[in-house]
C-alpha cells in the first residue's frame, strides 16, 4: 500500500469499502502500532512553514540598491563638507527605506503562520476498535476519524457512514451554503468543491455526525496544498519600484552631468581655481542628487494609504497604494464580497395568487411584504399567516441580536434562519408561538428526504389537534402533497394546480434563488412520533424563494469601476445559475445575454478547452463558476499574462494563492480569513466591494502626485545647473556660492514637494480609462512642461543676475537666490495640476503653508544679521525685492499659459 496524494488516488470515486482496503484499514481503525509505523512514514499532520530567515540579514539585505549606494555617496560628501543636517536627513532616509523593506519581506511568512492556526489540535480516532482523542498532528492515512455537529475537520478523510451530515467548507470552496454529505462514489473528474463524500482539513460540520477514514494529512491536504503553492509564489518587484528606479537613475545622471558640465566650464572656461570650482561642483552635485525622493515617495504612499483606510480600504503594502491606479481588472469572488453574506427570503408563491415580495436587509427582521407593488399586512392574508406560522416553528435556527449594535447573529442552519426572520418580519415570533404550542417531535432535515419535519399540538385545556409541519425542496414536498390550501380551505390539488407551482419554483430557480416548499398536515390525537409514513398526503401552503442578496453599493461599484475602463469579473466556487443571476442584478453582465462569447463559464468547462481557447475564454468571459484554487490561480496568470493588471477579491483559503500572486490582492477584513489577509496587498474592512473603487481612485492621486512631485523635483533642480552653467559661459561670476545652493536646496525642495505628495484629487480622477502599466513617472506628456519651467526660470535668474550686478555680487547674488527660490515656489503652485489651472483647484492648506514656511526661511538667510554675513548675501530694500519676486511669478504665468493651451488642443 503507498499513499502519496489524494488526488492521485481519487477516493471520492471509489466505494467506501475498496478505500479501506487501499488504505490498509477496517471499520475499527489502525492499530496502534501500525500508527506509530505510518506516523514515521508520512510525517505528522502539520503545515510545514518555510525556514525562516535570519532576521538580521533580511535587514542587511535592504541596503543592496543602487539608489541606496548613491545616497550613501552624497552622505560622504555632505560630511566632507561639513553639511551634517544633509548628512542626518540623507542616513534617515535610508535607514526608513531598509526598516519598510524588511517589514514586507517578513510578511510573506505570516500566510504560512495563519494556515497553520485553522488546524484542529485534537481529534477523535478509533485506535485498537477503541474511540481515542489524540493530538491531531499523529493522524496518520488510514485512520478512522469520529466526527460531529462543530467539529473542525482534522484532515482529509473520506466518508465511510454519514446521519443528516453536512459541512461548511465556504472558507476553501467558496460554496456559500452547507454541502449535504453522502457517501456514494463520485465520478473521477468531479471537481473538490462538488465531492460530497469528502471533507477536508480546516472546513467544518455544520450539522449531523459522521465516520471517515483519512486520506490526506499535512501537505498532501487541499489546504497543505495551497500552503505549498503559497511559498511557491515569488512576489515580482511592484510597478511602483521599478518606476522609481528608473526616476532616481535618470535623476542622478542628470545630477552628475550637470556638475561635471559646472566644473568644465569653471575651471577650464573659465579659469576658476580649483578648490574654489570643486568645492562649487560638489555643492551643486549634492544639491542635484534627489536625496529626498524617497522621503517625498514615501509620504506620497503613506498619505495615499491613510486616505484608503478613511474609506475602509487598509494597506498592508505601500506600493499597492500607486499599483491600484493601473488596476484595469478586478478579479472579486461573490459571497461576501458582492453579496452580504446572508439567506433572505425575497418571494412568496401561494397556489392560484399573485407572487408577494418581501424587502429587507441582512438577518435583520425589518421589511415590508409587496403584493402587485403595494405594500399590505401580511397577517390579515390567513393563507401567508398560515406559511409563516410554519416557517417560524418547523426550524432549529435562531437569531439572535448583539448587544452593542444592530447587528443580529444566526444560530444554526442560514435557510432555516431566513425562515425565522421572514416569520419575523411579519411579528410572528418563534418563542411567542411556542408559547401556545407544543412541538413533540421533530425529523431534522435529512439529505435523502429533503425535508424536515415537526409535530406539533396546541398547548390548550381540551385541544387534542396534532399537526405535522413539513419544510424542503419544493419537489419533496410536491411529490408528498394531495391538497393545497385556498383562502377558501383545502382543496384537492389539480394537474393544473401542480404545473404551476412547478412553473413558480422553475421561476425563482432561474433567479438563482434557493426554493422551500411549505406544507402541513392534520394527524389525530393518538400521533406521539413521527415517521417517513405519516409526511405523506400534505397540504401545500406555498414556496419561498430565498437568496443571498447582493449588496446595495454593488451595482454601483461595478458601474463606476465600467466607467473607470475597468474590467470587473467574477470568479466564484458558487453555482453556475447563482454566479450569473448576481452579475445581472449588479450589472456585470447584461440583463439579456448577446454575442458569441460565453456568458459563464465552469471549471470543468474551461478545462475542455485548448490553451488558446482558454485564453480567449478568460480574455472575454465575465463571470466563472465552481473553480477550484489552483484555477482561480490559473486565470489570474493568463490575465497577467496579456498584459493586465489585476486586483483580486477574496476571503478564503482557496483564494490565498491567487491573492498573492495578483498584483493587488484585496481581502476580507470581516468574513475573510486569517489566511487571505496576510497573503493580500489590501483589505477591506467592511467587505464592500464598492470601497475598492474608492481605493482605486485614490490610488490614481497616489501617482498623480507622484509625478509632480518628481517633475517639481527634476525641474528645479535641472533649472539650477542650468543657470549655473549659462551664468558660467557668458562670462559672469559665480551666481550662488556652494553653502548658498545647499540651503537653497534644503528650504526650496523639501516643503513643496512635501505639500504635492498630500495634494488631494480634483474631480477628474475616475473619468479616465487607467493608464498603461509601462508608462514611467517622467513622460512625454511633462517634457513640454519642465523644458519651459527651465527656460524662465534660468532666463529670470539671470536677468536680475545682469540687473543687479552692478550694485555689488553680494546683491546680486541675494536677487538671484530669490528668484531662484520663489520661482520654486511659485512652480508649486503650478504642480498642483498638470492639467486645471490653479484658479480652478485652488491651494490647498498644506501648499499655503509649505510656501510660508519655505519663503520665510528664504529671506531669513538675507535679511537676518548675523545669517546674512555668514551666506555673503547683501540685503534688498523693498523696492528692490519686489523684482526678484516679479520675475518668479512669470513661471506661474506661463504655466497657466501652457495649460490653457493644452487644454484648448484637447478640445
Known amino acids: 500500500m503507498e ?3 489524494q488526488n492521485d488516488h481519487f477516493f471520492h470515486a471509489k466505494p467506501a469499502e475498496k478505500v479501506l482496503k487501499e488504505l490498509g484499514s477496517k471499520p475499527s481503525g489502525l492499530a496502534s502500532a501500525e500508527a506509530k509505523t505510518r506516523l514515521a512514514q508520512y510525517g505528522p499532520n502539520e503545515i510545514q512553514a518555510q525556514e525562516k530567515k535570519n532576521a538580521f540579514f533580511l535587514f542587511l539585505k535592504q541596503f543592496a540598491s543602487a539608489m541606496i549606494y548613491v545616497l550613501f555617496a552624497a552622505a560622504a560628501i555632505s560630511y566632507a563638507l561639513g553639511n551634517l543636517v544633509d548628512v542626518y536627513v540623507i542616513l534617515a532616509i535610508i535607514v526608513l527605506n531598509a526598516i519598510i523593506g524588511f517589514i514586507q519581506e517578513y510578511r510573506a511568512e505570516k500566510a504560512i503562520e495563519a494556515l497553520k492556526k485553522m488546524i484542529v489540535s485534537v481529534a477523535k480516532v478509533f485506535r485498537n476498535g477503541e474511540l481515542h482523542q489524540v493530538p491531531a498532528r499523529e493522524l496518520v492515512p488510514g485512520d478512522i476519524i469520529f466526527l460531529e455537529e462543530g467539529d473542525r475537520f482534522p484532515a482529509d478523510a473520506r466518508l465511510l457512514e454519514c446521519h443528516n451530515f453536512r459541512a461548511v467548507e465556504s472558507s476553501l470552496t467558496g460554496e456559500s451554503m452547507p454541502i449535504d454529505k453522502t457517501i456514494k462514489p463520485f465520478p473521477e473528474k468531479t471537481g473538490l468543491a462538488d465531492r460530497a463524500n469528502m471533507v477536508f482539513m480546516g472546513t467544518f460540520a455544520a450539522a449531523g455526525h459522521a465516520k471517515a477514514i483519512v486520506t490526506g494529512t499535512g501537505a498532501e491536504t487541499a489546504i497543505g496544498r495551497i500552503a505549498v503553492s503559497i511559498k511557491g509564489i515569488k512576489e515580482a518587484k511592484s510597478h511602483f519600484a521599478q ?7 535618470h535623476m542622478g545622471i542628470m545630477a552628475a552631468t550637470g556638475a561635471t558640465l559646472t566644473f568644465l566650464v569653471g575651471y577650464f572656461i573659465r579659469g576658476f581655481a580649483f578648490t574654489e570650482i570643486f568645492l562649487f561642483t560638489i555643492a551643486t552635485l549634492v544639491a542635484g542628487i534627489p536625496e529626498g525622493l524617497p522621503a517625498i515617495l514615501a509620504i506620497v504612499l503613506s498619505v495615499g494609504a491613510h486616505r484608503m483606510a478613511k474609506r475602509n480600504a487598509v494597506i498592508r503594502s505601500l506600493p499597492a497604494t500607486e499599483t491600484l491606479g493601473v488596476v484595469d481588472v478586478i478579479l472579486t469572488d461573490e459571497t461576501g464580497t458582492l453579496t452580504e453574506n446572508t439567506m433572505m427570503a425575497e418571494k412568496i408563491a401561494l397556489p392560484r395568487e399573485e407572487t408577494i415580495s418581501i424587502t429587507g436587509k441582512g438577518w435583520k427582521p425589518d421589511g415590508e411584504f409587496l403584493q402587485n407593488k403595494k405594500s399590505f399586512v401580511p397577517l390579515d392574508n390567513p393563507r401567508l399567516s398560515r406559511l409563516l406560522h410554519i416557517a417560524a416553528l418547523c426550524n432549529a435556527a435562531r437569531i439572535i441580536k448583539e448587544e ?33 404550542e ?5 425529523m431534522p432535515f435529512n439529505p435523502e428526504l429533503k425535508y424536515r419535519a415537526s409535530l406539533s399540538v396546541l398547548i390548550e385545556k381540551h385541544s387534542k389537534d396534532k399537526e405535522i409541519f413539513v419544510v424542503g425542496a419544493p419537489e419533496a414536498i410536491l411529490m408528498r402533497t394531495d391538497s393545497i390550501l385556498l383562502p377558501s380551505g383545502e382543496a384537492k390539488m389539480t394537474a393544473e394546480d401542480k404545473k404551476e407551482m412547478e412553473a413558480e419554483v422553475n421561476k425563482l430557480a432561474k433567479n438563482a434563488m434557493r426554493v422551500i416548499g411549505i406544507a402541513y398536515k392534520n394527524v389525530s390525537a393518538g400521533t406521539d412520533a413521527l415517521n417517513e409514513k405519516l409526511v405523506d398526503g400534505l397540504t401545500l401552503v406555498g414556496v419561498v424563494g430565498m437568496m443571498d442578496p447582493p449588496r446595495a453599493e454593488a451595482a454601483e461599484a461595478v458601474a463606476k469601476a465600467k466607467a473607470a475602463g475597468i474590467r470587473v469579473i467574477m470568479a466564484t466556487g458558487d453555482h453556475k445559475e447563482t454566479a450569473i443571476a448576481i452579475a445581472k442584478r449588479i450589472g456585470i453582465l447584461p440583463k439579456t445575454h448577446a454575442g458569441k462569447c460565453h456568458e459563464a463559464l465552469t471549471e470543468a468547462e474551461l478545462e475542455k478547452f485548448s490553451p488558446a481557447k482558454f485564453d480567449e475564454a478568460v480574455r472575454h468571459t465575465r463571470v466563472f463558476a465552481r473553480l477550484t484554487p489552483k484555477m482561480k490561480l490559473k486565470i489570474a496568470e493568463t490575465l497577467q499574462k496579456h498584459g493586465h493588471i489585476v486586483a483580486m477579491t477574496g476571503d478564503g483559503v482557496n483564494d490565498a494563492p491567487a491573492l498573492k500572486k495578483a498584483d ?12 487571505a489577509r496576510e497573503s493580500s496587498s489590501m483589505v477591506l474592512a467592511d467587505d464592500n466591494f464598492a470601497s475598492i473603487v474608492n481605493a482605486v ?11 509632480q512631485s518628481s517633475i517639481f523635483l527634476l525641474s528645479t533642480n535641472f533649472a539650477e545647473a542650468a543657470t549655473i552653467i549659462l551664468t558660467l559661459l557668458l562670462g559672469y561670476p559665480l551666481p550662488l556660492l556652494a553653502t548658498q545652493v545647499l540651503w537653497m536646496n534644503l528650504v526650496t525642495d523639501a516643503a513643496p514637494a512635501l505639500a504635492l505628495a498630500a495634494e ?12 498603461n502599466k509601462n508608462e514611467e513617472i517622467l513622460n512625454r506628456e511633462a517634457l513640454p512642461f519642465v523644458l519651459l519651467i527651465v527656460l524662465v526660470m534660468a532666463t529670470a535668474s539671470l536677468s536680475v ?10 546683491k546680486a547674488r541675494a536677487a538671484v537666490f530669490i528668484v531662484m527660490c520663489f520661482t520654486q515656489f511659485f512652480n508649486a503652485l503650478n504642480m498642483q495640476s498638470l492639467r486645471q489651472s490653479v484658479f480652478l483647484t485652488g491651494v490647498s492648506r498644506n501648499m499655503i503653508l509649505a510656501i510660508f514656511f519655505s519663503a520665510l526661511l528664504t529671506l531669513f538667510v538675507i535679511y537676518a544679521p548675523f545669517f546674512h554675513e555668514l551666506f555673503h548675501f547683501a540685503p534688498l530694500n523693498a523696492s528692490e525685492l519686489i523684482i526678484p519676486i516679479a520675475f518668479s511669478a512669470s513661471v506661474l504665468l506661463l504655466g497657466e499659459i501652457y495649460k490653457a493651451f493644452r487644454n484648448f488642443k484637447h478640445i
Not at 243 to 249: A, H, I, Q, S, W
Not at 697 to 707: A, D, L, Q, W
Not at 801 to 810: D, Y
Open 3 to 5: 499513499h502519496q496524494n
Open 243 to 249: 518606476k522609481v528606479e528608473k526616476l532616481t537613475f
Open 404 to 436: 452593542n449594535n444592530e447587528d443580529y447573529q444566526v444560530i444554526g442552519d442560514p435557510t432555516e434562519a431566513a425562515l425565522v426572520v421572514l416569520a419575523d418580519k411579519a411579528g410572528l415570533k418563534k418563542d411567542m408561538l411556542l408559547a401556545s
Open 438 to 442: 407544543k412541538l413533540l417531535d421533530d
Open 664 to 675: 493587488i490582492g484585496i481581502a476580507m477584513g470581516i468574513i475573510g480569513t486569517d489566511v
Open 697 to 707: 481612485e485614490e490610488g490614481r492621486i497616489v501617482f498623480t502626485n507622484t509625478r
Open 760 to 771: 488631494p484629487g480634483h474631480g477628474d480622477t475616475l473619468k479616465n480609462k487607467p493608464r
Open 801 to 810: 543676475f545682469h540687473f543687479f550686478l552692478p550694485f555689488g555680487l553680494e
